[in-house]
């Protein structure tokens, strides 16, 4: 597997709105924590290196350098040059993790572990906020209906419905 794997994937994430072109939106993004997966290339400077490391932190996503230049990159993104970029879409992002994973698995296996593993996270919690959202918070009687609230609001049943 080539590095146009790569680029191709990231270019899909580009068309369907899931990636941060450059550093400005990527900052942005970073500081909202919509950022899964920050790529950046492998000939960045080292000033865009540490910019790039500290939007890592602050928006608790995953780093991961690219064995593409900034030129290839900007290419398949339909720019001149891109250094760096963030996909904000988790199953994208475990896609670009996965090939990376294939392609180099000594340099990138931790990598796609750790994405899986915040892939499996986002999973739990996300089957745990709709479970609450199912639940009912309070059950009151209202003459012949039953009201039942919940997350999403009230709904009300009448008696007949419930007992039988």
């Known amino acids: 597997m080539d590095n146009n794997a790569i680029v191709s994937l990231l270019g899909l994430c580009l068309r ?7 550093e400005e939106p990527v900052a942005e ?14 000939d960045a400077p080292d000033s865009t290196r540490r910019r790039a490391e500290r939007f890592a932190r602050e928006g608790q996503c995953l780093l991961a350098e690219l064995p593409v230049s900034k030129a290839e990159l900007g290419r398949a993104l339909g720019r001149a040059s891109v250094a760096m970029a963030g996909v904000t879409d988790l199953g994208l992002a475990g896609a670009v993790a996965n090939r990376l ?27 745990l906020h709709e479970a609450q959202a199912k639940a009912p918070l309070a059950v009151r009687e209202e003459g012949e209906t039953l009201v039942v ?16």
């Open 29 to 42: 993004a970073a500081e909202c924590r919509a950022i899964r997966l920050l790529v950046l290339c492998a």
């Open 101 to 127: 994973g294939q392609m180099d698995p000594a340099r990138y296996a931790d990598l796609a572990q750790r994405m899986e593993l915040k892939a499996k996270r986002a999973a739990e919690r996300k089957r």
């Open 16 to 22: 369907g709105n899931h990636l941060a072109v450059g």
């Open 149 to 164: 609230e919940t997350l999403y609001g009230e709904k009300r049943l009448p008696r007949q419905t419930v007992l039988a």
